[in-house]
Nanobody, 119 residues
Framework: VQLQASGGGLVQPGGSLRLSCAVS????????IGWFRQAPGQEREGVSC??????YYVDSVKGRFTISRDNRKKTVYLQMNDLKPEDTAVYYC???????????????WGQGTLVTVSS
């Protein structure tokens, strides 16, 4: 199982980015894919999750972030709008058996992609 997160970068407050999580070796139908983030000096937190039947968002991103998936391309996207400095973090994607914002059961953890929101 391999997942590769990409799409991070430097953006000004209020700007947008779209992160991608490319999945190899399995079909998206059988797994949930979660986006997690870790800000400097903080623990990793769940941001959003998508499965064949569910989507979840942490309260701090509701209305600003949208998770979606393209089964044919085996890619999960995280569209991030109205970005704020507190969204600055390394963003990771991981696979899990059920859609949840809790880490246990999710993996593997790749290098992630850095999102920096700053003017």
């Amino acid at each position: 199982v391999q997942l590769q997160a990409s799409g991070g970068g430097l953006v000004q407050p209020g700007g947008s980015l779209r992160l991608s999580c490319a999945v190899s070796t399995f079909t998206l139908d059988y797994y949930a894919i979660g986006w997690f983030r870790q800000a400097p000096g903080q623990e990793r937190e769940g941001v959003s999750c998508i499965s064949s039947s569910s989507t979840y968002y942490v309260d701090s991103v509701k209305g600003r972030f949208t998770i979606s998936r393209d089964n044919r391309k085996k890619t999960v996207y995280l569209q991030m709008n109205d970005l704020k400095p507190e969204d600055t973090a390394v963003y990771y994607c991981a696979a899990g058996p059920v859609c949840t914002l809790q880490e246990p059961g999710f993996g593997p953890w790749g290098q992630g992609t850095l999102v920096t929101v700053s003017s």
